[in-house]
């Protein structure tokens, strides 16, 4: 793991307290970055960001309309009730020195023309893959991959829903193999928060100085 990355980690609350100089230096800025989170409707962005926000989410959430029924296919998320129709929106901030702004893509299709506005200014992208549903995950992979932002890819595992390695996954989206792939559960706070961090560190290995 990234030096920067590990540093990050166990400086994040409940871990054992061991101040470096730039945590207590505080002449310096906070550094703010800008996360995006993508991936297929119902594949978890909504859910991640909730679990590391430190602020309320926000969100557009609207029930489901019948006029919507035909367009957002609910056959492998039956209990979900509601649509994100713009975004999520959250902060978490990581030793008062790097603070993580996330901004979840609206999955579906009609909302595109808004993704080159998203991603101006983003250090990078998580692309969310759930296994029963690779597929839904290309129009992100695709995205990125043109438009040179750099993305991890987090697979957010599911109960009862078959279990792969990162090293399976990978092949079946031909990830390149610079892309770190994950596994990972997107309720789960320190799991999300470690993607994150994956992602940043990814971007600064990535991303010329
Ligand atoms: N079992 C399980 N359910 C999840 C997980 N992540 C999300 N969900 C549920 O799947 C549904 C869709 O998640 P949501 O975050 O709204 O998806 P989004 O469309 O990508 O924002 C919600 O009912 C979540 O509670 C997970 O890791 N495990
Ligand atoms: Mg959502």
Same mark, same amino acid.
């Given at each position: 793991?990234?030096?920067a990355?590990?540093?990050? $980690? =166990? ?9 470096? =100089?730039?945590?207590?230096? /505080? ?5 703010a970055?800008?996360i ?18 430190? &602020?309320?989410? $926000?969100?557009?959430?609207? $029930? ?13 998320t039956?209990?979900?009730?509601? /649509? ?7 902060? !978490? ?5 790097l603070?993580?702004?996330l ?9 595109w023309?808004?993704?080159?506005d998203?991603?101006?200014g983003? &250090? ?27 993305? &991890?890819?987090? *697979?957010?595992q ?14 079946? !989206?031909? *990830? ?5 792939? $994950? &596994? ?11 993607t994150?961090?994956?992602? *940043?560190?990814?971007a ?6």
């Open positions: 793991m990234d030096s990355v590990s540093d990050l $980690l =166990a400086g994040l609350p409940g871990e054992e307290e061991q101040l470096q =100089a730039w945590q207590t230096d /505080t002449t310096r800025a906070p550094v970055t800008k995006v989170v993508a991936g297929g409707f119902g594949v978890g962005k909504t859910t991640l960001v909730t679990a590391v926000s430190e &602020i309320e989410p $926000l969100q557009t959430e609207a $029930l489901m309309t019948r006029a919507s029924e035909g367009t957002d296919d609910l056959t492998a039956p209990d979900k009730t509601t /649509t994100t129709v713009a975004m999520d929106y959250g902060r !978490l901030t990581l030793d008062d020195d603070v993580l702004y901004f979840g893509t609206p999955g579906q299709q009609r909302f023309f808004m993704w080159d998203l991603v101006r983003a &250090i990078g992208a998580v692309v969310l893959a759930d296994t029963r549903r690779l597929p839904d995950c290309f129009p992100a992979l695709d995205y990125f991959e043109s438009c040179g932002l750099p993305y &991890i890819v987090a *697979v957010n599911f109960d009862g829903s078959e279990e792969y390695e990162a090293a399976d996954v990978r092949e079946a !989206l031909t *990830v390149p193999p610079h892309v770190p792939v $994950l &596994i990972m559960d997107a309720r789960r706070r320190i799991s999300a928060i470690e994150l961090l994956a992602l *940043v560190g990814h600064l290995d990535v991303t010329p100085e």
